[in-house]
């Protein structure tokens, strides 16, 4: 099956600071979302984004899909932005679940 | 609202009941998902079910057992033959579409004493 791999694993900014996380996966994808779960454990996902580039707000995320990596951008960076951000792919097809990333655990200091 | 919810949100229980997990959506989605997370961990998925009456094992199936009776129903229940079942475990649904987005329960955080 498609291998999902994030880096980096941790990441530590300021309040204000700018960050990329990245999201390399090993096939071509039907899918690709970006998911960010909360300290109370919540999973809300920001972004379905399988090619191109789309912006909500301060985060934004560019996939490559030629290249097989996804990135997701988040500007002047907000204490309640901390959290484990998770990538997930899938290869479409009759197995339709997710492969998820270990993520990526960002920790934003006031 | 639409969503997900599952319950409790937490739960003990002794080492050797069997323990069932409720899910449930109303966003009409025909694909519904288990997960475990453990402290510091990724996802693993336990089960899923594409359709009504029919689901597949995910890659930690062993100790665990689950039904899909109704589209918006996915209980998992957490036998005692599961070794090691403290965690926490969150329910997602998904529908095929043009935008094909994944959405999340709150979780439950199971505790085996």
């Known amino acids: 099956g498609i291998q999902v791999e994030q880096s980096p694993p941790d990441l530590i900014l300021q309040e204000g600071a700018n960050s990329t996380l990245r999201c390399n996966f090993s096939?071509?994808?039907?899918?690709l979302q970006w998911f960010h779960q909360n300290p109370w454990g919540q999973l809300i996902n920001l972004f379905y984004?399988?090619?191109g580039t789309k912006q909500n707000g301060r985060l934004s995320a560019t996939t490559v899909a030629t290249e097989r990596y996804s990135l997701l951008y988040i500007s002047s960076s907000q204490t309640t932005d901390s959290g484990v951000y998770f990538c997930?792919?899938?290869?479409?097809?009759?197995?339709?679940?997710?492969?998820f990333g270990k993520g990526t655990l960002l920790t934003v200091n006031p | 609202d639409g969503g997900i919810t599952q319950s409790p949100k937490y739960l003990f229980r002794k080492e050797g009941q069997n323990v069932t997990l409720s899910c449930e959506q109303n966003?009409?989605?025909?694909?519904m998902y288990w997960y475990r997370q453990d402290p510091g961990q990724g996802l693993r998925l336990i089960y899923y079910?594409?359709?009504?009456?029919?689901?597949q094992k995910g890659d930690i199936a062993e100790g665990y057992s689950v039904s899909r009776e109704k589209k918006e129903s996915f209980p998992l229940t957490v036998t005692s033959a599961q070794k090691n079942p403290t965690a926490f475990y969150l329910c997602?649904?998904?529908?095929?579409?043009?935008?094909?987005?994944?959405?999340f329960g709150p979780g439950t955080r199971l505790t085996v004493l």
């Open positions: 997602a649904s998904r529908n095929r579409g043009r935008e094909d987005t994944q959405y």
């Open positions: 096939d071509s994808v039907n899918n």
């Open positions: 984004i399988p090619s």
């Open positions: 997930a792919a899938d290869m479409g097809g009759s197995n339709y679940k997710l492969t």
């Open positions: 966003l009409n989605h025909d694909a």
């Open positions: 079910s594409q359709i009504v009456n029919d689901f």
